[in-house]
């Protein structure tokens, strides 16, 4: 790799007829072109001194102490060094890449891969800017290098914001050879580029812890998956409202019953309820219904009942904890409850039964907006993220983007420019479920995700070890039930309804859902439960 001076300064003059002062000009003597000589190498030392001073006074110490004892010393003691690096990695892999591997690497990165080329890079992708009389481009400041990703820290220039940056990200990683480059803002004038060498997502992922009792559920932390970075996905459900949007296939799945997993003991302890609506007859959460302290799955009617009854018991709850508490914890008689809904647009955006809309819109507008703080959740899943369901983005603070069709519907699910900041949902392949992106409120960058896999027989453990109490009111396929139904006992064995009893619209779409699936056979990673 040829190393050009040029690429490590930070500036060029604009016009190149200002740099030429030739070494020897007319009418010169031999000891003043000289003269001219050393003073220009002088210069270019002093400044590679100044932009480089690490590097330089260690090469400077380097080459002192071969001048003083020879050769033989340094080279025995570099050998004896790297031996004992090695011994390190074998013996601590982690503290080895914490404090020698990750530091070798990202220097390594920094000057060898990422700055011989960064002024090529920056003028070529339109990223300089003419500061008076000479060009300027963004400063590369730091590199930090992983297994999986270069995270760059870049100084922008005056004149310049991190939407530049974003603009050029997919024509940056196509020149540097990288699955994709995302720009995450710093403070104000630096920004992260993080450029992915690998996909960590490949992998088969390691089990995820499952809470061992209630107590050790922190509905303001579930680890449900992991993040781009190695650190575990958490998920907040206490204080917010989650909305996951994916095509058919994309593991929506997964990110539910990931989440209703470390819910388990919280739930068999009372101090989470479950309110769950299936519209695609069950085919999603029926094997879960024991978890659930209410559950519907098949009447439209009885759908929007239990959304208009979740949206009463919010108004009563908020106004009996009105002056007490402005956020709820959760215990026995004041549980958490999470209204979990699958195919949301399908009781909301496409029901034609204006009316039935009605109602569902305005249910779903009070849970939205006055459960937060009375500790009633909201968890929403939909197949289709179509204009009709964009208002309700706005509804939900954390939003989940999966694999989407279309490059268009990454901002119709996580909001205005996620996709320019690198929420590729729509290149995600089909090889990779479970895998999306997490756009929070209060934050400006979209992280990306991969959802645990959950299995039918994790899922009959869940269902069979954590039922939800006994003793509440526990409608049941769209049959208002009374009190003290043991359901696990009731209904042992998973059973999917027949297209001939629902209504239907949802006849229809169970029908093309079923369909679809037939021809849609994906492999999973199999996770058990312990
Ligand atoms: N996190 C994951 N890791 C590995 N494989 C997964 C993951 N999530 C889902 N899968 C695989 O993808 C298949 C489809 O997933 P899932 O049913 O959750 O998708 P979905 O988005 O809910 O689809 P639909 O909307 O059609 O119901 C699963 O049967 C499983 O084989």
């Given amino acids: 790799m040829r190393v050009r001076l040029g690429d490590l300064s930070r500036s060029v003059p604009v016009n190149r007829d200002t740099r030429r002062h030739p070494l020897v000009r007319p009418g010169d003597t031999a000891g003043r072109v000289g003269l001219r000589l050393v003073g220009r190498v002088g210069v270019t030392v002093a400044r590679v001194i100044a932009r480089f001073p690490r590097t330089s006074f260690s090469l400077f110490a380097a080459l002192l102490l071969v001048d003083r004892v020879g050769w033989v010393l340094p080279a025995l003691a570099l050998a004896v060094l790297t031996v004992a690096a ?198 999603e959460l029926f094997p879960g219904r024991a978890l659930f302290t209410r559950y519907e799955d098949s009447h439209l009617g009885a759908m929007v009942q239990l959304l208009e009854d979740a949206a009463e018991f919010t108004r009563d709850r908020a106004a009996r904890l009105k002056g007490v508490t402005r956020r709820l914890t959760p215990t026995v008689d004041m549980p958490f409850v999470l209204v979990l809904v699958d195919e949301f647009a399908f009781i909301t955006a496409y029901v034609t039964d204006k009316k039935l809309q009605g109602r569902a819109d305005n249910a779903v507008q009070i849970l939205a907006s006055q459960g937060r703080a009375p500790g009633v959740g909201l968890m929403v899943a939909l197949q289709d993220p179509s204009k009709e369901v964009v208002p309700y983005r706005n509804l939900f603070p954390s939003r989940i983007a999966m694999r989407l069709d279309e490059p268009q519907q990454v901002d119709m699910v996580l909001g205005d420019k996620m996709r320019t900041r690198g929420a590729y949902c729509d290149l995600i392949p089909e090889s990779l479920p479970g895998v999306g992106y997490v756009k929070l409120e209060g934050t400006r960058d979209p992280f990306r995700v991969r959802a645990e896999y959950i299995d039918d027989d994790v899922i009959d453990g869940l269902a069979r070890d954590y039922p939800a109490p006994a003793g509440m009111p526990v409608p049941l396929l769209g049959q208002h039930t009374e009190s003290g139904l043991d359901i696990a006992a009731d209904i042992p064995t998973p059973a999917r309804l027949g297209d001939g009893e629902l209504s239907p619209e949802w006849a229809v779409f169970s029908a093309d859902y079923q369909r679809r699936h037939a021809t849609n056979g994906t492999s999973g990673i199999p996770m058990g439960l312990d």
């Fill in 86 to 283: 090695l011994v390190w990695r074998l013996a601590c892999p982690s503290s080895y890449a914490r404090w020698l591997g990750r530091p070798l690497r990202s220097w390594w990165a920094r000057w060898v891969r990422y700055a011989p080329r960064w002024r090529g890079l920056m003028t070529r992708h339109d990223l300089a800017v003419v500061d008076g009389d000479v060009l300027v481009w963004p400063g590369l400041r730091k590199v930090r290098s992983s297994d999986y990703r270069d995270a760059l820290l870049v100084k922008l220039r005056a004149g310049q914001k991190p939407d530049h940056l974003a603009d050029a990200s997919e024509s940056l990683a196509h020149a540097l050879g990288s699955q994709a480059v995302r720009v995450r803002t710093h403070r104000p004038g630096y920004v992260w580029l993080d450029v992915t060498r690998r996909d960590p997502f490949t992998r088969p992922m390691s089990r995820l812890p499952v809470p061992a009792s209630a107590g050790a559920v922190d509905l303001t932390a579930l680890p449900i998956g992991r993040r781009e970075d190695g650190a575990l996905w958490l998920l907040r459900l206490l204080g917010t409202h989650v909305f996951v949007a994916g095509a058919t296939g994309a593991g929506k799945g997964s990110v539910i019953w990931s989440t209703l997993l470390r819910l388990g003991p919280a739930i068999a302890a009372g101090l989470v309820q479950v309110w769950a609506i299936d519209p695609k007859g069950g085919m």
